[in-house]
């Protein structure tokens, strides 16, 4: 039996999730409220996830050696991150097409709907297909001299970086151009 399908019906889970659509009322098809907004916000994120994985489709196969040397066992012949999109749209199947509303309108859709929201949440933690916005260490904003520049991605494809300033009394914005002779300087001078 499945472990994670198991949970959910008998209300084995930790606190802060779903004790089980089963005993309680069901809001949205065979889901309770707190699955179906779970569902909701995993669907939200999930075209751009397959899309940018199918994009970076030429990934480098990974070995598998068990932590001993190079040996023609224990080869894998998929990155993991194709088995994490194999295992979402497996789920995705009884889906048929259909609305998600429909979908979990039967105790077989609202299973894989289940499922699926859990391996795509999953999927989405253990193999990020983008960057996300973090925190630059060890260069000073420019304008108020503190630690507190922020690196920030593209927003589209093509686009442009942005380094901000988190401090709310500067919001200094600087350019990928301008952050990288800043940080060329502020390593001189620690290397000086």
């Keep these: 039996?499945?472990?994670?399908?198991?949970?959910?019906?008998?209300?084995?889970?930790?606190a802060e999730t779903c004790t089980g659509c089963l005993p309680r009322?069901?809001?949205?098809?065979?889901?309770?409220?707190?699955?179906?907004?779970?569902?909701?916000?995993?669907?939200?994120?999930?075209?751009?996830?397959?899309?940018?994985?199918?994009?970076?489709?030429?990934?480098?196969?990974?070995?598998?050696?068990?932590?001993?040397?190079?040996?023609?066992?224990?080869?894998?012949?998929?990155?993991?991150?194709?088995?994490?999109?194999?295992?979402?749209?497996?789920f995705l199947d009884s889906r048929r097409g259909r609305p998600l509303r429909i979908w979990v309108s039967n105790e077989e859709g609202a299973r894989d709907a289940i499922q699926f929201a859990r391996a795509a949440d999953s999927a989405y933690r253990n193999h990020e297909v983008e960057e996300r916005a973090h925190k630059v260490r060890r260069v000073r904003c420019p304008e108020c001299k503190q630690l507190t520049l922020a690196w920030r991605p593209p927003a589209l494809f093509g686009g442009h970086v942005a380094v901000v300033c988190q401090n709310d009394e500067c919001s200094t914005e600087l350019d990928q151009g301008s952050f990288e002779q800043i940080a060329e300087i502020e390593e001189s001078r620690r290397t000086a």
């Design 1 to 14: 039996m499945n472990r994670a399908l198991f949970e959910h019906e008998h209300g084995y889970t930790p």
């Design 25 to 90: 009322k069901a809001d949205v098809g065979f889901l309770c409220r707190w699955c179906w907004e779970r569902l909701e916000q995993v669907w939200v994120k999930w075209p751009r996830f397959a899309s940018l994985l199918v994009e970076t489709g030429n990934r480098a196969v990974v070995r598998d050696t068990g932590g001993r040397g190079s040996t023609p066992e224990g080869f894998v012949p998929y990155p993991g991150t194709y088995l994490a999109f194999d295992e979402c749209v497996s």
